[in-house]
């Protein structure tokens, strides 16, 4: 049987829920549907038992999509007996009410997202604030889509006294490398995910990231790939199942996010 999957990072974005230009980009529609199809293309190679589904900046604080999408998703997996399970990462304001995040986590959100290249996102002069109130209401964890080479010593030091932080897309740089093992270092988590939006060799950096913690790496599609120069190909998970040894791909494709969004 080819190894499991969960999917660290996919978005869906559905015209059907509100959608708002983002530095002049608006996406193309990417439905439920689609992405299941997508999917079916890779199911010689791995076995899909869920995903994070991620807000992007385009979707800004609407929640209405993810929790369509959680239902729906959930709903089919569940139906299909495949022990499969869905889980959101969403964007909210700093004083989001502690209710409405519970009512979130009740229905499926794991966690918070930070979107400090793009924005869309609350700002990071909330971010100490916010990602402690998630954490210690719902156990909720922070997730960054960041460049790692624009991280100074200061920033360094704010993200490693979090609770518990995750870096989408490997940092996006060469340059960010060694601030991104920094992290790692200090306990952060690692999507290896958009590999064709950063300018870095992403197998050696995901060999680099597993040296330094083998629990850190958590493999996602970044499918639809909103504003990559190329989006994820089949090819990149062909690289990355030839690059690594079947206990450590276990890992990077299944435990080590299915441990991260609690999913036992």
């Known amino acids: 049987m080819p190894s499991l999957f969960f999917d660290a990072h996919l978005h869906i974005i559905d015209p059907r829920f509100p959608i708002s230009k983002n530095q ?8 439920v549907d689609d992405y299941r199809q ?3 293309d890779l199911e010689t190679l791995v076995t899909p038992v869920g995903g994070a589904i991620v807000s992007g900046s385009f979707q800004g604080f ?15 997996e569940v139906q299909e007996a495949r022990g499969s399970q869905y889980v959101g990462v969403t964007q909210i304001p700093y004083d989001y009410p502690d209710t409405g995040i519970m009512s979130l986590h009740r229905q499926g959100v794991r966690a918070v997202r930070f979107n400090l290249r793009r924005g869309g996102s609350e700002s990071a002069d909330h971010i100490e604030v916010l990602s402690r109130r998630v ?13 790692t080479a624009e991280l100074d010593d200061g920033l360094i030091e704010r993200l490693l006294a979090l609770p518990q932080i995750v870096v989408d897309h490997l940092g996006l740089s060469e340059a960010g490398l060694p601030p991104l093992l920094r992290l790692v270092e200090g306990g952060a988590r690692v999507k290896a995910s958009g590999f064709h939006r950063g300018d870095l060799n992403w197998l050696a950096a995901m060999r680099q990231i597993h040296a330094v913690n ?5 493999f996602g599609t970044d499918l639809p790939g909103t504003r990559a120069p190329m989006p994820f190909q089949r090819a ?14 276990q890992r990077i494709l299944y435990e080590n996010a299915r441990a991260l969004y609690r999913l036992g």
Do not use: C, K
């Not at 083998?214 to 958590?218: E, K, R, S």
């Open 135 to 147: 954490y210690e209401l719902a156990g909720w964890h922070v997730e960054f889509y960041i460049d």
């Open 236 to 249: 990149d998970l062909e690289r990355l199942l030839d690059a690594f040894a079947e206990d450590v791909l």
């Open 38 to 40: 997508a999917l079916a």
């Open 214 to 218: 083998p629990d850190a790496l958590m």
């Open 62 to 76: 609407d929640q209405s999509y993810l929790l369509d999408a959680l239902e729906i998703l959930n709903a089919v």
């Open 24 to 31: 002049g980009f608006l996406p193309d529609p990417y439905t």
